[in-house]
Nanobody, 124 residues
Framework: QVQLIESGGGLVQAGGSLRLSCAAS????????MGWFRQAPGKEREFVAA????????YYGASVKGRFTISRDNAKNTVLVEMNSLKVEDTAVYYC?????????????????WGQGTQVTVSS
């Protein structure tokens, strides 16, 4: 079993920035494509960003492209997302997830392991 633990969430004003971190317990972290998803109350889980196993390719949801940056450090079993120019619409619980297959990188069903989530609240 792989444990993923998110940190870095909190309150921020619109236009501000936050950095979320996800620490993985697995010793085979580099095998996983890593993603971030978010879910607001009453909403479906939404794709935020993902990075391939070696960090060569990154993917972003349309609503965050140009504002968020995902990165990973396989030596530290960590994936980060830098969130800039935050909007009220970014308010959600953010989840880190690990994908050990070859399914679509932007859908939750492709991810086997999930963190517990961290709350991000953006105020106007």
């Amino acid at each position: 079993q792989v444990q993923l633990i998110e940190s870095g969430g909190g309150l921020v004003q619109a236009g501000g920035s936050l950095r979320l971190s996800c620490a993985a317990s697995t010793s085979t972290f580099s095998r996983y494509r890593m993603g971030w998803f978010r879910q607001a109350p009453g909403k479906e889980r939404e794709f935020v960003a993902a990075v391939t196993w070696n960090g060569d390719n990154t993917y972003y949801g349309a609503s965050v492209k140009g504002r968020f940056t995902i990165s990973r450090d396989n030596a530290k079993n960590t994936v980060l997302v830098e969130m800039n120019s935050l909007k009220v619409e970014d308010t959600a619980v953010y989840y880190c997830a690990a994908n050990d297959g070859w399914g679509r990188i932007d859908v939750p069903a492709s991810y086997k392991y999930w963190g517990q989530g961290t709350q991000v609240t953006v105020s106007s």
